[in-house]
Every structure is written in structure tokens, then in C-alpha cells.
């Protein structure tokens, strides 16, 4: 019934994913966390982390994650295998007519009205790891203001810092912020 329950899950996330990236990050909290209650948002938050440090697409990270925490290895086959299909077969099709005609007013109007809607699907994910990670909580009230992890917010700043002042190397800033992570809130 699990092996079921990831397939369809993970079929939804990679038919209804648009955008890539940060885009999908929606769609799969609200199968993981929402819906299914597989995760706490604490614990997708962090598969997300992980989702970005190992090579490959955060959707089929998250997807092996979550299948392999519910069902072991063939858990995450499935979980994975239900993420990848509906995506590489679309990316074929919407491939093979987009090529076709893509000079068509029609198609042009449809992928520009696209653009918007991700970068709003990107923001909200954006918006909802940094509440969680500041705040401790997924919306932001005044009220949580007195929930500061100062902590958190002083290395946010920092390596926000470091990355727009001198462009440093995003793998460098997350090597550094895990290893002050460790000494910041494991020691002290």
C-alpha cells in the first residue's frame, strides 16, 4: 500500500511540476507534509538541505529521500521512478512541439504567462525555508519576532554577505556554514 501511496504521490509532483528547482519545492511539501504527513516541515526543510548538497535535481533528491525514509530502497525506487517518468515523458512531448512551434505568437504567449507563476512557486518555497529557518515557523506573523533563532539570522547575513560582496563559491559557503553549524549549535 506504501509502494501505492509514493507512486502516486511522486507521479503527481513530476506531472504538476513546473519550473524546476525551487519551483517544484511546493508541490512536494504539500504531498510529504500536508497531505500525507510523511515528513514534519522541519524534516523536508532538511531534506531540501540535503536535496542541494547531493549532485542531481532537488525533486528526485527529495523524491529517494522521502521514499527511502517510508519504504527503504525499493521505497525510493518507487518514489523516484514516480518523480521521473511523467517528467522525462512530458520534456519530450513539450520538447518535439516547442520546436515545432516555437515561433508561434500562441506558444510565445503561453511560456511568457509560465515565467511569473514560477517565480512566484520559487519565492514562496524560498519564503517558507527562511521562515522556518529564522523564525521556526512556515508564515511569518509579528508575533513570532520574539521566536528569533539569532543565531541562524547572523549566519544568513553573513553568508549572504559573502556571497553578493565577493561571489564566493555557493559549495564553500555551505561547507563553512555546516562547519560553524556544528560548532555553533552542537558545542554551545
Not at 169 to 180: E, F
Request: charged letters at 10%; aromatic letters at 14%; proline letters at 3%.
Amino acid at each position: 500500500m506504501i509502494y501505492l501511496k509514493l507512486l502516486w504521490s511522486f507521479l503527481q509532483v513530476g506531472l504538476f511540476s513546473f519550473g524546476g528547482g525551487y519551483g517544484i519545492l511546493p508541490v512536494i511539501q504539500q504531498q510529504v507534509v500536508t497531505q500525507n504527513h510523511w515528513l514534519t516541515l522541519k524534516e523536508f526543510t532538511d531534506v531540501v538541505t540535503i536535496s542541494q548538497m547531493t549532485p542531481g535535481p532537488i525533486a528526485l533528491n527529495a523524491s529517494t529521500f522521502v521514499g527511502m525514509k517510508m519504504a527503504g530502497i525499493m521505497g525510493a525506487v518507487v518514489a523516484t521512478f514516480g518523480c521521473a517518468f511523467p517528467t522525462a515523458v512530458l520534456a519530450l512531448i513539450v520538447g518535439h512541439y516547442y520546436y515545432k512551434y516555437r515561433d508561434m505568437t500562441l506558444v510565445k504567449g503561453i511560456f511568457e504567462g509560465l515565467r511569473p507563476a514560477i517565480v512566484s512557486l520559487i519565492a514562496s518555497a524560498g519564503m517558507s525555508i527562511l521562515f522556518l529557518s529564522l523564525f521556526n515557523v512556515q508564515v511569518f506573523t509579528m508575533s513570532v519576532l520574539s521566536n528569533i533563532d539569532w543565531k541562524a539570522v547572523v549566519m544568513f547575513i553573513i553568508s549572504l554577505f559573502i556571497l553578493r560582496k565577493w561571489k564566493a563559491n555557493p559549495i564553500y559557503i555551505m561547507i563553512g556554514s555546516g562547519a560553524v553549524g556544528a560548532v555553533v549549535y552542537l558545542l554551545m
